[in-house]
């Protein structure tokens, strides 16, 4: 017998006997790493509102000057979102995310120890050049880790993190401080010799303690994550395949003048970015001024409304999960992305507005947490879809699409609380107004989609196809 036929040979990984590989689930991690950092991200641009009353008291502010440092942030982060975003697209989101997470934890750390208006400022100010960048570059990552038709139930999965990230914000925030003003506690500074800081006010120890969860986050992130799931240990080729399925070339990611002039000049971003303006106007109420509207309208102390304060963001942060799943659902079962993007954030922005108007009649408690819980619930139904939809358009360049969109956007929720003290500052008169104006944004916010269209890009992929030609010419 001959010997090359005593035996076969085993199968080999591409013979048709073999089984096929199944993907890995690394993406998944990456997600986890992503959803943690949204939920930090938004945990400590809230957690002022919680201390605002302590922080008013103690550094002798009123209402108005408070609206001041809670836009400021929103200010900085706003104008410095695109070069956050540039700089992810530029040397990647691993440095970058890395980068900013230290950044912005250090200025929360830094905002416990603010001895006055203008420090606080700063540091507020500071706080959001730091955190500039971050959901650009965490839609990179997207971009990058994700499958097309998995962009909007991930993107509602983000926004549900973040949301609950606000929603706990005033809870945790308020144990932090009901642990940090106990005697125990106290007396175990003195125990390790830190007499000094015994008698420092607790929303001090509680902003000191936020910025060390960011960065223990670095410390975790950095040495795990890599920018290209091809340079990531453990991710096998039926993963890869997956995460490039229906996926467009990969060109260059050099930034022409021709991208910055379509970045500048493009319809559905400047159309999406308006979006993001009225959409954050409106909502950053639910993040910022909930406390104290209780407090002024209802009589109920800080102390006192710290769930009722988070449940908006709650049920937000549900909201943002089912309409991103049923999103991505709706258009892989029709292939019509753009009436099934726009479907959910159009209804959610209508049902926002007529909430908002209840608020501006609304004569109990239990009617105007109601009516602000569905606020939440409907200002977040279509953040999946918008967030998809971002992702689309920006393409190989998310980040710094997404940095120009939040810039603009940002500014909403600037003007946002500032606008917000001088209104209500008249009253009920004045939260009846401002409900009213907060209607009519949402509903501005829904207009926008008759202009956007989430199937184009914002730059011409042509000349991208045509600019890698060359520079594969020239190699």
């Known amino acids: 017998m001959n010997s090359e036929n005593a035996a076969s040979p085993p199968p080999s990984p591409a013979s048709p006997t073999a089984l096929p590989e199944r993907p890995t689930h690394v993406r998944y991690k990456v ?22 009353e302590s922080i008013e008291h103690d550094l002798l502010f009123d209402h108005r000057m408070m609206g001041l440092i809670m836009g400021a942030f929103w200010l900085a982060y706003g104008l410095f979102e695109i070069p956050g975003g540039w700089m992810g697209d530029r040397w990647g989101a ?23 208006f203008l420090s606080l400022l700063i540091c507020r100010l ?7 960048g971050a959901f650009p570059n965490m839609a990179r990552v997207q971009s990058e880790w994700l499958p097309v038709k998995s962009r909007a139930r991930a993107g509602g999965l983000l926004w549900f993190s973040a949301r609950w990230g606000g929603a706990f914000s005033p809870l945790i925030f308020g144990g932090l401080l009901t642990f940090c003003r106990a005697p125990a506690f106290r007396h175990a500074l ?3 010799g830190l007499e000094s800081l015994s008698e420092a006010a607790d929303w001090r120890f509680g902003f000191w303690a936020s910025g060390l969860m960011g960065i223990a986050w ?18 096998n080729q039926a993963e890869l395949a997956l995460i490039n399925q229906d996926r467009g070339p990969d060109h260059s990611h050099s930034h022409d003048a021709r991208v910055w002039k379509q970045l500048l000049t493009n319809r559905n971003l400047w159309a999406m970015a308006i979006l993001y303006f009225f959409n954050g106007f409106g909502w950053i109420f639910l993040a910022s001024w909930v406390p104290t509207f209780f407090k002024t309208r209802f009589q109920i102390r800080f102390e006192d409304s710290e769930v009722i304060s988070g449940l908006p963001l709650l049920f937000g942060g549900m909201s943002c999960l089912v309409g991103g799943l049923l999103s991505d ?34 004569d109990t408690k239990t009617t105007a947490v109601v009516l602000l819980c569905v606020a939440g619930t409907a200002i977040d139904f279509g953040q999946g879809a918008n967030w998809a939809s971002i992702v689309d358009i920006g393409g190989q360049y998310a980040g710094t699409a ?24 008249f009253g009920l008169m004045g939260w009846r107004v401002l409900f009213c104006v907060y209607a009519c944004t949402f509903l501005i916010a829904a207009s926008m989609w008759l202009f956007i269209n989430p199937n184009q890009t914002f730059y011409d992929e042509r000349l991208q196809a045509e600019e890698a030609h060359l520079i594969e010419e020239l190699l």
């Open 190 to 192: 003195w125990g390790v």
């Open 94 to 116: 691993r440095l970058t995310l890395t980068r900013i997470v230290l950044a912005w934890s250090v200025f929360t750390a830094l905002s416990g120890s603010a001895v006055g």
């Open 126 to 132: 500071l706080f959001g050049v730091g955190e500039a």
């Open 402 to 425: 997404t940095g120009f969109i939040n810039m603009i956007g940002n500014t909403g929720n600037t003007l946002g609380p500032i606008i917000a003290a001088q209104i209500f500052s």
């Open 31 to 52: 997600m986890a790493f992503l959803c943690v950092l949204s939920f930090l991200s938004y945990f400590d641009r809230v957690c002022i509102s919680r201390a605002s």
């Open 218 to 235: 670095c410390l975790a992130f950095y040495p795990w994550f890599r920018d290209k799931p091809a340079e990531k240990r453990g991710v």
């Open 329 to 362: 659902w709706l258009v892989k079962r029709t292939g019509r992305r753009r009436l099934f993007r726009a479907l959910f954030p159009v209804a959610g922005y209508v049902m926002a507005s007529a909430a908002m108007l209840g608020l501006s009649v609304a």
